[in-house]
């Protein structure tokens, strides 16, 4: 099979100044899923969208291939599923299978897109995503008229943590799909499966208070393993 990373990563950003570049842990936050991308033996190849070329030009030190992303798909209100249809539109040969990488979230072990590739072909799924089991998180809403109403959980009978069905939360570190599953304009469909990482890998980059978080779970967790 072959394998495609994708990894989009635009110039703008509202919350952290020229995000995708920042300073992460000693790199440029896109290098890191373009290193983590690059050590996963299933995967053939590793991209990046942009319509930076200064993150195109960062991205290619770290090994990887650009793709200048049109203005017309890199606003505030582009979609993720146009960047990836116009990246395997414009690839050469085209890849059986695409890997979805969000820069914005580095927290990856190093075997985790492995682990998720070999399941994937193992399960025979049509796309997948990456997640947590949410332990114990009891989840309240408000409905139209600003009334609380427990949304995942009966209050009246809140009942034992144990006893309670396991549910999963969609971290947004990364996705699998066939490129005949994103042509319908969406990154999941036909059979879908989940790809189960610790819950702690589910931090995303998007204020300054996430960056200073996320920095602290890679020091402690993962650090010694990119020495």
């Known amino acids: 099979m072959n394998v495609a990373a994708v990894i989009p990563a635009r ?37 990046v969208s942009s ?16 793709i200048k992303r049109p203005n017309e798909i890199s606003g505030d209100t582009a979609t993720t599923e146009s960047a990836l249809l116009h990246a395997w539109q414009t690839m050469p040969t085209k890849p059986d299978l695409l890997v979805l990488l969000q820069p914005t979230s580095p927290l990856r072990k190093p075997d985790d897109l492995q682990k998720a590739l070999a399941q994937f072909q193992e399960q025979g799924w049509d796309s997948a995503f990456s997640g947590a089991v949410l332990l114990d998180f009891l989840i309240w809403e408000k409905d139209s008229r600003g009334t609380l109403r427990s949304f995942n959980y009966d209050y009246k009978n809140r009942g034992r943590r144990q006893d309670r ?32 990482m610790d819950f702690w890998q589910s931090f995303e980059i998007d204020t300054s208070q996430d960056l200073e978080m996320s920095r602290l779970i890679f020091e402690s967790k993962l650090r010694r393993v990119y020495a």
Not at 183 to 193: A, D, E
């Open 165 to 196: 069905q396991p549910q999963y939360v969609e971290n947004g570190s990364f996705y699998l799909c066939k490129p005949d599953i994103l042509q319908s304009g969406n990154r999941l469909g036909g059979r879908i499966g989940i790809c189960l």
């Open 51 to 66: 319509d930076s070329d200064e993150i195109l030009a960062v991205s290619a030190r770290y090994g990887a291939q650009t």
């Open 11 to 47: 110039g703008g950003s509202r919350g952290i100044p020229r995000k995708n570049l920042v300073d992460f842990c000693g790199k440029p936050l896109v290098a890191w899923s373009i290193i983590q991308a690059r050590d996963t033996p299933l995967i053939n190849s590793v991209h």
